[in-house]
């Protein structure tokens, strides 16, 4: 069994800062991405950003030039420095991890509950 849990999250005026964090464990044998979804009020769930076991990043463009995703590989774990927040970033952040288990030897997506970040005016 993987757990995926994000922590971080509050309320933050807008130019304010949130660093995010989420950790996945579990029987892990390796982990291919990791990566942020977001989904504000009224809206669908959308990707934030992602990161690779090997480092490779990508971001969604309202979020490039504020936002950057790290990872700490040993502990399974992904940042997300959020500066320069704005009311619109207001969201559930979602943490994903594509995990290879021990047991099935083949890529599964596992998901975290969650964590609220609300950006104030």
């Known amino acids: 069994q993987v757990h995926v849990v994000e922590s971080g999250g509050g309320l933050v005026q807008a130019g304010g800062s949130l660093r995010l964090a989420c950790a996945a464990s579990?029987?892990?044998?390796?982990?291919?991405?990791m990566g942020w979804y977001r989904q504000g009020p009224g809206k669908q769930r959308e990707l934030v950003s992602g990161?690779?076991?090997?480092?490779?990043?990508n971001y969604a463009d309202s979020v490039k030039g504020r936002f950057t995703i790290s990872r700490d590989n040993a502990k399974n774990t992904v940042y997300l420095q959020m500066n320069s927040l704005k009311p619109e970033d207001t969201a559930v952040y979602y943490c994903?991890?594509?995990?290879?288990?021990?047991?099935?030897?083949?890529?599964?997506?596992?998901w975290g509950q969650g964590t609220q970040v609300t950006v104030s005016s």
């Open positions: 990161i690779t076991s090997g480092g490779r990043t």
């Open positions: 579990g029987s892990i044998l390796s982990i291919n991405v």
């Open positions: 994903a991890a594509t995990v290879r288990t021990f047991e099935k030897m083949t890529f599964s997506n596992y």
